[in-house]
C-alpha cells in the first residue's frame, strides 16, 4: 500500500473556526490533491499540488487554502469552515509522469462543521 | 469538453451474478481510462486501467475495454461476490496537454447479496 496517512481521521469544528488537514505522504511522489466527496456529487478538486511551493486551484476552490512546503507533506485549510463544507476529504499522490499513472489515495478524514 | 458518465445506483445483485457497470466518456484526444474501487470506510483504489483503444484492463475477475467507437468503458464481471460491495468509479485522464488531473463519473455503488 502507498504510504499516506490523512489527519485528523474525524473533525467536528464550528462554523467560522478554521481547520486545517493534513496529508502525508513517504513515496516522495510529485503530485499531490485534494478532493472532497459528497453524495450526489462523486469526487470533486479543491486544490493540487505538482511540486513544493507548486500549487493550483481545481473546481471547488473557494474557501479552501493550500500550502506545500515540504515534497512528502500537503495542507488543506478552511479559513472560516461553513456548514456546506461538511465533507469527507480524500488525499491523493500521482507521480504523474505519465498520464496514466494511477492515482492513490489516502483513508481519508471526515469533517462535520456545526 | 471532458467528461465521464456513468449508470446511476445502486445496484443489487445476488452472489455470482453477472455484473455489468456502464461507463461512457466524452473527451478531446486520447484519454486514458481507469476504474476505481471504494469499499465501505476506505479510500479509493484503482482496480483497473486502460490506455490506449481496444486495450482490455483486468483485475480481481473484473475487466473493461477501451472501444474508442463507443467513447464506452464498461466495467463487467462474470460472478460477484458479498466482498465486491462497493462503490466503482470511472474516470480518465486527457492525454492532450499538461493536465493531470482526473475526471471522475459520480460513481455506481454495489450491493451483493449472499
Known amino acids: 500500500d502507498a504510504g499516506i496517512t490523512q489527519s485528523p481521521r474525524h473533525k467536528v469544528t464550528e462554523t467560522g473556526t478554521p481547520v486545517t488537514l493534513r496529508c502525508h505522504q513517504t513515496e516522495n511522489h510529485r503530485y499531490m490533491y485534494w478532493y472532497r466527496q459528497d453524495p450526489g456529487h462523486g469526487l470533486r478538486l479543491i486544490h493540487y499540488s505538482y511540486g513544493v511551493k507548486d500549487t493550483d486551484k481545481g473546481e471547488v476552490s473557494d474557501g479552501y487554502s493550500v500550502s506545500r512546503s515540504k515534497t512528502e507533506d500537503f495542507l488543506l485549510t478552511l479559513e472560516s469552515a461553513t456548514s456546506s463544507q461538511t465533507s469527507v476529504y480524500f488525499c491523493a499522490i500521482s507521480e504523474a509522469e505519465y498520464s496514466y499513472n494511477e492515482q492513490f489515495f489516502g483513508p481519508g478524514t471526515r469533517l462535520t462543521v456545526l | 469538453g471532458n467528461s465521464v458518465t456513468q449508470m446511476e445506483g445502486p445496484v443489487t445483485l445476488s452472489e455470482e451474478a453477472f455484473l455489468t457497470i456502464n461507463c461512457t466518456y466524452t473527451?478531446?484526444?486520447?484519454?486514458?481510462l481507469f476504474w476505481y474501487v471504494q469499499y465501505p470506510g476506505e479510500g479509493l483504489q484503482l482496480l483497473l486501467k486502460?490506455?490506449?483503444a481496444d486495450d482490455k484492463g483486468s483485475n480481481k475477475g473484473f475487466e473493461a475495454t477501451y472501444r474508442k467507437e463507443t467513447t464506452s468503458f464498461h466495467l463487467e464481471k462474470g460472478s460477484v461476490q458479498v466482498s465486491d460491495s462497493a462503490v466503482y468509479f470511472c474516470a480518465l485522464i486527457n492525454n492532450a496537454g499538461n493536465n493531470r488531473k482526473l475526471i471522475w463519473g459520480l460513481g455506481t455503488s454495489l450491493a451483493v447479496n449472499p
Open positions: 486502460a490506455t490506449k
Open positions: 473527451a478531446t484526444g486520447y484519454p486514458s
